[in-house]
């Protein structure tokens, strides 16, 4: 288990930018995938963007264009830049090491 907290949630107005921060005690260096996910009331828990060692990144169709995702291995930290928010990007967002660590999440609200 990979211990995560997350920052950087807020309320931001549409078209607005946050950045999501997920910093960890441990390094990694060594874990490949790290992502973020996303849940917004009464829906599932959805992959928002997932990072490689390598630094491949992946992205979901719908925030494509808005987000990117980075890492820092040496301050053992990913980032979520959100640009151009939306009412429907207003969610708890996750950290994920691998699929099997997750963070405490934090809220994004975005008004319309």
């Known amino acids: 288990q990979v211990p995560l907290v997350e920052s950087g949630g807020g309320l931001v107005q549409a078209g607005g930018s946050l950045r999501l921060s997920c910093a960890t005690s441990?390094?990694?260096?060594?874990?490949?995938?790290m992502g973020w996910y996303r849940q917004a009331p009464g829906k599932q828990r959805e992959l928002v963007a997932t990072?490689?060692?390598?630094?491949?990144?992946n992205y979901a169709a719908s925030v494509k264009g808005r987000f990117t995702i980075s890492r820092d291995n040496v301050r053992n930290t990913v980032y979520l830049q959100m640009n151009s928010l939306k009412p429907e990007d207003t969610a708890v967002y996750y950290c994920?090491?691998?699929?099997?660590?997750w963070g405490q999440g934090t809220q994004v609200t975005v008004s319309s």
């Open positions: 990072i490689t060692s390598r630094g491949s990144t």
């Open positions: 441990r390094s990694i260096f060594s874990i490949n995938a």
């Open positions: 994920t090491a691998g699929i099997t660590s």
